[in-house]
């Protein structure tokens, strides 16, 4: 059972704007510890999407961006496209679980 | 270009062991630590553990640990992911993954080792 939450799903018209949300503990967002964001693409493995909160690695788009704050963590997908069809994860770490590295839920972002 | 590049399906019967590989190139193998993360059939991420490639210290889940052992071999630039006592359970996507020292994320992944365990 992750200690991760997020919304399992999440619509929206090509052109528009989604987020997605993390919410944690004090044992990890809420401790100070980084949030990082991967895509997953049917059929595909994970991409790192978004580092340390809110950095994008070269070749992700600025309409792409991550946030921050108290226990929860924020993914924004802005001007919405079919290619941004895919499953979303957030990940952190945790110091209550001697120090394991968890995931979100994840979340399915479709496309309408 | 930096590479992960993984070891075939596998498939097991329940109580069996499975020992996936993970060879790593186009980069500074030691500068780097490694994870293993998998994923079950239509489920989520689930991290399992790591690996420091310098030092060959480990980190493992709790619900698996006892069951999993991790090493590395410096020469070759390989990674191991050994699971025993295997259960129905673990029938799942297997990926090695890297992340660099600072808050940078896993940003390289394997392609994927599917294994199965049947009986």
């Known amino acids: 059972q992750s200690v991760l939450t997020q919304p399992p799903s999440v619509s929206g018209a090509p052109g528009q704007r989604v987020t997605i949300s993390c919410t944690g503990s004090?044992?990890?967002?809420?401790?100070?510890?980084?949030v990082h964001w991967y895509q997953q693409l049917p059929g595909t493995g994970p991409k790192l999407l978004i580092y340390?909160?809110?950095n994008r690695p070269s070749g992700v788009p600025d309409r792409i961006s991550g946030s921050k704050s108290g226990t929860s963590a924020s993914l924004a997908i802005t001007g919405l496209q079919a290619e941004d069809e895919a499953d979303y994860y957030c990940?952190?770490?945790?110091?209550?679980?001697?120090?394991?590295?968890?995931f979100g839920t994840g979340t399915k972002v479709t496309v309408l | 270009q930096v590479q992960l590049v993984q070891s075939g399906a596998e498939v097991r019967k329940p109580g069996a062991s499975v020992k996936v590989s993970c060879r790593a190139s186009?980069?500074?193998?030691?500068?780097?630590?490694m994870h293993w993360v998998r994923q079950a059939p239509g489920q989520g991420l689930e991290w399992m553990g790591i690996?420091?490639?310098?030092?060959?210290?480990?980190n493992y889940a709790q619900k698996i640990q006892g069951r999993v052992t991790m090493t590395r071999d410096t020469s070759t630039s390989t990674v191991y992911m050994e699971l025993s006592s295997l259960r129905s359970e673990d029938t799942a996507v297997y990926y090695c993954?890297?992340?660099?020292?600072?808050?940078?994320?896993?940003?390289?992944w394997g392609q994927g080792t599917t294994v199965t365990v049947s009986s």
């Open positions: 993954t890297r992340e660099g020292v600072g808050s940078y994320g896993l940003d390289v």
């Open positions: 690996i420091n490639l310098s030092g060959g210290g480990t």
């Open positions: 004090s044992s990890n967002i809420g401790a100070g510890y980084d």
């Open positions: 186009g980069y500074t193998f030691t500068s780097y630590y």
């Open positions: 990940q952190s770490y945790d110091s209550s679980l001697s120090g394991s590295y968890v």
């Open positions: 340390g909160n809110n």
